[in-house]
């Protein structure tokens, strides 16, 4: 087992908080959570980079229907330098955008992992936040990445195998990487107590045979917003700024910014009711 480079602040590059956004399974909108939250930060005044850090399937450019002039797979190649990856998609976000379906890059070695990592401690010189959309699953990468933040964010969803991968996730980055500060937020939940009671669940099994306390960040409601955003390519913040789901990233912001951990539980999920 590694030491717990996490908690003791090892092998990390002072500057921004980094926020790696996790799941144990596709489809549990891992992505929609890295982008909104990112503009959420940003409308706080934050300076922030997203890292499209899903090195086989990367989509966030797609999420956002732009196309970026230069990705993390051109750097690696020593076609363009690192600042040239930055491009705009907010307020006070920008993107780091990576290649989808790129064997070279789902593939990338320990070197190439190594000169990524490095390029992050980089970029945290350049803003207050980093959000890293890590990939589905345990791939070493996913691994790597997620050791290097202050905070795993792990996605669930109401889905028995989303909370099945979400604990093996959580059980290999603590054992095999050291990783010991997980938050968890449950998205596209129908009501409160749903959204609680999907917690409960993670984190009694969790704390019982890892004995790894997790941080309850709040959830998202289901919001056909959502899917609506999607499907124009837009941000949900910026195409229905006013919907459920959008304010209730905008309260996850604000607490995932202050990192007050349990003290969330309650806050963010109010102004949801609508969905109890």
């Known amino acids: 087992m590694r030491l717990p480079t996490q908690a003791a602040g090892l092998d990390k590059p002072a500057g921004a908080r ?5 799941s144990g399974k596709g489809g549990a909108g891992k992505t929609t959570v890295a982008v909104n939250l990112a503009i959420g930060l ?3 005044g934050r300076r922030v980079i997203l890292v499209d850090a899903d090195l086989a399937l990367a989509n966030v450019d797609v999420l956002l229907g732009i196309q970026p002039r230069a990705h993390l797979g051109q750097w690696l190649d020593g076609r363009v330098p690192l600042d040239r990856l930055l491009v705009e998609v907010a307020d006070h976000v920008q993107l780091v955008a990576a290649s989808s379906g790129a064997r070279a890059m789902a593939d990338l070695d320990a070197h190439g992992r190594h000169r990524l990592l490095a390029a992050i401690g980089q970029l945290r010189g350049a803003a207050e936040w980093l959000v890293l959309d890590l990939g589905a699953g345990i791939a070493p990468s996913v691994r790597e990445f997620a050791a290097l933040a202050d905070e795993v964010l792990v996605v669930v969803c109401d889905d028995p195998t989303s909370l099945t991968d979400a604990y093996a996730l959580i059980k290999i980055l603590h054992q095999e990487e ?32 890892l004995a790894v306390p997790l941080v309850y960040r709040g959830a998202i409601p289901f919001d056909r917003c959502v899917r609506d955003a999607l499907e124009r390519q837009c941000a949900l913040m910026a195409c229905h700024p006013h919907a459920a789901a959008s304010l209730a990233f905008k309260r996850l912001a604000r607490a995932v910014d202050k990192l007050d951990g349990r003290a969330v539980l309650r ?3 109010e102004g949801s009711a609508g969905v109890a």
């Open 267 to 269: 806050h963010i999920l």
């Open 178 to 209: 050291g990783v010991l500060h997980f938050g968890v937020m449950a998205n596209q939940t129908g009501s409160v107590r749903a959204a609680e009671r999907l917690y409960g669940k993670l984190a009694g099994v969790v704390e019982r045979f």
């Open 42 to 44: 940003g409308q706080l």
């Open 18 to 22: 980094l926020l790696a956004i996790a």
